[in-house]
T-cell receptor
């Protein structure tokens, strides 16, 4: 039982390149989230998905797209990376009727 | 716009001492979360406070919630070095959706 997994763990991109961050959970949870954490700051919500097939914007959605592929997987795509997107990205999940969010290990992304 | 503010942002204390971290938020919410983050690691859920007057304790940590004052506290009793970490509080942006808004974090260093 791995909980929440994210790939890759580290990534370096050049400005303008694209990439997809992957998140998978084996907790049978409905809701999944993508956050970013900039140095010395708290997390900010990028997108969220209440269930398979639905997505909604969070605080900072610009420059990102998401896909809720199935109940287990929620991916985050950067179409044209910018240095301002250098950050640590965390995926999280929570189940119906529970209140705790369980976080993945994070992806450290650097855009040069 | 929901704002969540923590203070202090940095706290250096000696082992054996007591201290309190404060979390203020700007709009009505009766659900508040506390997380711990070790350097380079993901977030670990500490407490979920679900109603006014809620108090939860785990070891040397105790959290409370006053929804009327829009204030939560995390109290550390007889601090030990292992409690050194960054502590975040978070509040639901939309109740039930668990779209969390995080505070900036309090970096706690406990010296022998």
């Amino acid at each position: 039982n791995a909980g929440v997994t994210q790939t890759p763990k580290f990534q370096v991109l050049k400005t303008g390149q694209s990439m997809t961050l992957q998140c998978a959970q084996d907790m049978n949870h409905n809701s999944m989230y993508w956050y970013r954490q900039d140095p010395g700051m708290g997390l900010r919500l990028i997108y969220y998905s209440a269930s398979e097939g639905t997505t909604d914007k969070g605080e900072v959605p610009n420059g990102y797209n998401v896909s809720r592929l199935n109940k287990r997987e929620f991916s985050l795509r950067l179409e044209s990376a910018a240095p301002s997107q250098t950050s640590v990205y965390f995926c999280a999940t929570t189940g119906w009727g529970t209140y705790e969010q369980y976080f993945g290990p994070g992806t450290r992304l650097t855009v040069t | 716009e929901l704002k969540v503010e923590q203070n202090p942002l940095f706290l250096s204390m000696q082992e054996g001492k007591n201290y309190t971290i404060y979390c203020n938020y700007s709009t009505t919410s009766d659900r508040l979360y506390w997380y711990r983050q070790d350097p380079g690691k993901s977030l670990e859920s500490l407490f979920v406070l679900l109603s006014n007057g809620a108090v939860k304790q785990e070891g040397r940590l105790m959290a409370s919630l006053d929804t009327k004052a829009r204030l939560s506290t995390l109290h550390i009793t007889a601090a030990v070095h292992d409690l050194s970490a960054t502590y975040f509080c978070a509040v639901d942006l939309i109740q039930g959706a668990q779209k969390l808004v995080f505070g900036q974090g309090t970096r706690l260093t406990i010296n022998p």
